[in-house]
């Protein structure tokens, strides 16, 4: 009797095999890096950047948007877990939705979440640009962008190894920051330096300003903030864990991230001593702000330079870290041009990692000043995924292998595809717009498929059945 590719007697290896593939990435990663792969991709300091719009949307309540964001998200999180324990293969949503619903449902899982993907790294470098002309202001935007593609590149290119080596830097120098944060913002209210703050319940939960409106409002924001975590599944294929070590770097790496929104929110709301809005040449450096008036001293310049580093540099590199390993699984399974599935003799996706720099390189150029635009794409992108992965969820366990386990299988991915599927609904209409031309633009190119005769189907595409692996291990592409 065969054993199927989720089978618990199969290792890593064995398991990768039996869906028709052989072990081409460098399996190095161990469940501690993959959490700290997911910290990077989340940013533990995340909310310094956006802490003013989000105070202004949510009434002074920032902590209570994270704390709602992390309920939402953990839906999603426990589906993408499920999902990674029976299906360990390195293309996140367009694997599972390929395996657990139809083939060609995963393309446009993997088209849609390609959105996402390909503009993030854009995204984070627009924004470390304009931030560095803060700090720099006669120099060119375009340079720095360039400056953090080329830096990105160069590490991704030298393999999982400095990849996982530049993690654990950035991770503890902002580890640190936060711990400074926390001091400067503790001495700031226990000493009165800071006139009108004090620590209170109000920036979690103010019964007088709660509404309907307010919390559906901050679950867009909440649901968006915490967009990342879903990368760790893209590295499936070089972790050295268990079954579902992705999974639970990715459910950990969620409420670790989440107490530390939480705490730095909390305390910064607390020292912005109970202010109704920022104003609008306020609300974009907000949280440096407050940091400046509860330190007195020069600390908020050298926490801006680091939320920059953050960004452009560990967040951008863990992004196109992501985005190369989406686009060699789509391109080994045919649905992408089979010049991205080489790998390198570091064992990493060369021409992906190539191939996302250069369209950063170039979309930078045409997207500076319009990170509006981009964060809408992105957030589209990401969230017809998610609605997707859930529906993986409920076909593969419930209806294919007859899971009576309906807690996780059935009643944990509805409420998710709810959650996600009102977010979506409410999204912008530019988001809405740019998303559809997006996928239609994915159609042409299924059709493109179909009409030249190139198969779509997925290798190991009978899970209970798994093709056998050719000895060379070479596959039919483009």
Do not use: C
């Amino acid at each position: 009797m065969t054993a199927s590719p989720s089978s618990p007697e199969l290792n890593a290896q064995q398991q990768l095999e039996s869906f028709g593939y052989k072990q081409e990435l460098k399996r190095s990663v161990s469940t501690t890096d993959l959490l700290i792969y997911g910290l990077i991709f989340m940013v533990p300091i995340a909310p310094w950047a956006i802490f003013g719009t989000v105070y202004n949307a949510a009434e002074g309540m920032v902590p209570l948007v994270y704390l709602i964001g992390l309920i939402a998200m953990i839906f999603t999180a426990l589906a993408y877990a499920q999902m990674a324990k029976s299906i360990p293969l390195a293309g996140s949503v367009f694997s599972y939705v390929g395996r657990g619903i139809h083939p060609t449902a995963g393309f446009f899982a993997g088209w849609a979440i390609l959105l996402d993907y390909l503009l993030v790294p854009t995204l984070l470098y627009v924004f470390a640009a304009e931030s560095m002309i803060g700090i720099f202001p006669d120099s060119p935007r375009w340079m720095w962008a360039l400056i953090f593609v080329a830096i990105n590149t160069a590490i991704n290119l030298l393999g999982i190894t400095s990849i996982k080596l530049m993690n654990r830097v950035f991770l503890a120098i902002e580890l640190v920051f936060v711990v400074i944060f926390v001091i400067i913002a503790v001495n700031a209210l226990a000493s009165g330096s800071v006139p009108g703050a004090e620590f209170t319940i109000t920036p979690l939960w103010d019964a007088s300003k709660v509404s309907g409106p307010l919390i559906a409002a901050a679950l867009s924001i909440a649901v968006l903030s915490f967009l990342g975590f879903d990368g760790i599944s893209t590295m499936a294929e070089e972790s050295t864990g268990g079954r579902n070590s992705a999974g639970k770097a990715m459910i950990i790496a969620l409420f670790i991230v989440a107490f530390f929104f939480i705490l730095q929110t909390w305390l910064a709301s607390a020292l912005s001593a109970g202010r109704g809005t920022f104003s609008d040449n306020e609300v974009g450096n907000a949280f440096f702000t407050v940091v400046e008036a509860a330190s007195n001293s020069g600390w908020a310049t050298t926490f801006f330079v680091v939320n920059v580093l953050a960004i452009g540099i560990a967040n951008a590199m863990a992004a196109q870290a992501a985005t190369s390993r989406l686009l060699f699984s789509m391109s080994r399974d045919r649905q992408l041009p089979k010049f991205l599935s080489k790998i390198s003799t570091r064992q990493v996706p060369k021409n992906a990692i190539l191939l996302v720099s250069a369209l950063s390189a170039v979309l930078v150029l045409f997207f500076v000043g319009q990170i509006d635009l981009i964060a809408a794409l992105v957030n589209f992108g990401a969230l017809f995924g998610f609605m997707l992965l859930h529906l993986s969820v409920i076909v593969f366990y419930i209806v294919r292998k007859k899971s009576t386990n309906y807690l996780l299988h059935l009643i944990v991915p509805v409420v998710g595809f709810l959650i996600i599927g009102y977010v979506l609904l409410n999204a912008s209409d530019l988001a809405k717009i740019g998303g559809l031309v997006w996928l239609v633009l994915g159609a042409g190119v299924f059709l493109y498929y179909r009409v030249t005769g190139r198969k779509t189907a997925l290798s190991g595409e009978d899970l209970e059945q798994p093709l056998a692996v050719p000895a060379t291990g070479e596959r039919a592409g483009l």
